[in-house]
């Protein structure tokens, strides 16, 4: 079983930062990519940022100067600086990542990665 837990939204003003942290954890063999998302109210869930295991980073064209994706792949935690807030980032922002796991069939255990969802973390940005 794999968690994903996500910590550090909360209420700011246009032009401050927080900073989101993402911890995986569970039963695997490791973790690969993993990412943001946000999905603002009334609108489909989003691309923020990704960086694979290699470190490898990608953002959305909104966010590119303004965020930051970072990971320490020995804790399994990837975060998301974000500077120079706007109100059109308020959002909920989830963590998502791939999961190397090991299943059970009839033919013996099996390699499979599958996608797994953090709850989310609210972030608004308002004056």
């Known amino acids: 079983q794999v968690h994903l837990v996500e910590s550090g939204g909360g209420s700011v003003q246009p032009g401050e930062s927080l900073l989101l942290s993402c911890a995986a954890s569970g039963s695997v063999r490791g973790f690969g990519d993993m990412g943001w998302y946000r999905q603002a109210p009334g609108k489909g869930r989003e691309l923020v940022a990704s960086i694979t295991v290699g470190g490898v980073r990608d953002y959305a064209d909104y966010v590119k100067g303004r965020f930051n994706i970072s990971r320490d792949s020995a804790m399994n935690i990837i975060y998301l600086q974000m500077n120079s807030l706007k109100p059109e980032d308020t959002a909920d922002y989830f963590c998502?990542?791939?999961?190397?796991?090991?299943?059970?069939?009839?033919?013996?255990?099996?390699?499979?990665?599958?996608?797994?969802w953090g709850q989310g973390t609210r972030v608004t940005v308002s004056s």
């Open positions: 998502k990542a791939e999961a190397f796991e090991t299943v059970a069939t009839k033919w013996g255990p099996q390699p499979r990665t599958n996608a797994y």
